[in-house]
């Protein structure tokens, strides 16, 4: 019994992939050639563009979040990309995780008036605005300055290239993938530590269109 809800979710899957796959020719539109990329200033897609945090919870399991809605530009020149510049915003109040009720406590307004415990009611955007990209090979270290919380630190972001081409709505499309570590502390968010770690894993997962 219990493989009949896999088997329907492939079958599902299958039918709602089996027509864009067809329509594009039996590949994805993106692809992991450099050649691909074109100059020129890309936006976020937010449907598509999402940063993923995980904590350590009690020493038991790992405990994952997203930030969703990304918003921002890219602007890239395959000729020089270590001038290459992003600007994007987070919408922390979107916060989203598998609990209903740790995704309300993480937007909980603090007690009679105090300090929230995480980030608080109506929380202000998070944003990175980059400073420096540095190539190594076929990656790169992006340094940026993180505003978060009101506070703002410098970060750097591991960066890989992940695909670029033109997307099922005809614009030109770049997506890369990144990870790097922070101290909630830092930001000024340090409930529960140790208990749930000081340091936060982030891993990003961006596409950006040509405008």
Known sequence: MRRIAPLAAIALIAAVATPIVLAQGGSAPGAPDKSRVTAGTYAADPGHTMV???VDHLGFSKYTG???DVTGTL????????????DVTIPVAKVTTASAGLTSHLLRAGKDGGK???FGANPADAKFVSTSVVLDGDEAKVTGNLTLNGVTRPVTLDVDFHGAGVGMN?????GFEAETTIKRSDFGVSMGIPYVSD??????HAAFEKQ
């Not at 602007?75 to 992003?86: F, T």
């Not at 005809?170 to 770049?174: A, L, M, N, R």
């Not at 340091?199 to 990003?204: G, S």
């Open 52 to 54: 993923v945090w995980e």
């Open 66 to 68: 997203i930030f969703g």
């Open 75 to 86: 602007v890239i020149d395959p000729a020089n990309p270590a001038a290459a510049k992003v």
């Open 116 to 118: 929230a415990d995480f």
């Open 170 to 174: 005809k614009k030109e499309t770049v």
């Open 199 to 204: 340091a936060v894993e982030l891993e990003i």
